[in-house]
T-cell receptor, first 112, second 112 residues
Framework: EAQVTQNPRYLITVTGKKLTVTCSQN?????MSWYRQDPGLGLRQIYY???????DKGDVPEGYKVSRKEKRNFPLILESPSPNQTSLYFC???????????FGDGTRLSIL | GQSLEQPSEVTAVEGAIVQINCTYQ??????LSWYQQHDGGAPTFLSY????GLEETGRFSSFLSRSDSYGYLLLQELQMKDSASYFC?????????????FGTGTRLKVLA
């Protein structure tokens, strides 16, 4: 089944404790993105990747890192999480930039 | 800056037709997409317009006017299951960047 898989689905952690949210897709998609969704603000793009080893900042990259060592995986790293990063996070992928995006089920992060 | 505007909420009755508007201000416009998101779920792709005009997919249609920086999503024969949030999103390719910018979403309530 074609899918985008994120883990974990839920995480409660504390300020400053490094965490990684994994994202994997099995559709051989080139374009991958991370978004955060906050009430009243819609989806905001954090980082995107056009292909392996090609990543770039979205609109809200501060406090996040990403890597794209393999085509299928696009992890989101919070080196020193802070409470303002408490949010619902979505990973998405598409065959190319100009193709529809497929979203993962989301990861709800709470940083205390 | 880059921004999209859409109404925050729309209410309609079952069987009716509803139109959700979206105006945008972006550089490097590459197309307008629409996504649906049910409460607790992930966004799912509905429709895409790269060129001016109407695109029809079953009960859903989407329209784009690039000269007016305006588009809309038209939902016909509304059903209760259409109650969800709807997001317009612009693909923006400029200066070597390839980003998605989402609107803040329109919550559609379908009444029996």
């Amino acid at each position: 089944e074609a899918q985008v898989t994120q883990n974990p689905r839920y995480l409660i952690t504390v300020t400053g404790k490094k965490l990684t949210v994994t994202c994997s897709q099995n559709m051989n998609h080139e374009y991958m993105s991370w978004y955060r969704q906050d009430p009243g603000l819609g989806l905001r793009q954090i980082y995107y990747s056009m292909n392996v080893e090609v990543t770039d900042k979205g609109d809200v990259p501060e406090g996040y890192k990403v890597s794209r060592k393999e085509k299928r995986n696009f992890p989101l790293i919070l080196e020193s999480p802070s409470p303002n990063q408490t949010s619902l996070y979505f990973c998405a992928s598409s065959l190319k930039f100009n193709q529809p995006q497929h979203f993962g089920d989301g990861t709800r992060l709470s940083i205390l | 800056g880059q921004s999209l505007e859409q109404p925050s909420e729309v209410t309609a009755v079952e069987g009716a037709i509803v139109q959700i508007n979206c105006t945008y201000q972006t550089s490097g416009f590459y197309g307008l997409s629409w996504y649906q998101q049910h409460d607790g779920g992930a966004p799912t792709f509905l429709s895409y317009n790269a060129l001016d005009g109407l695109e029809e997919t079953g009960r859903f249609s989407s329209f784009l006017s690039r000269s007016d920086s305006y588009g809309y999503l038209l939902l016909q024969e509304l059903q209760m299951k259409d109650s969800a949030s709807y997001f317009c999103a612009v693909r923006a390719a400029t200066s070597g960047t390839y980003k998605y910018i989402f609107g803040t979403g329109t919550r559609l309530k379908v009444l029996a």
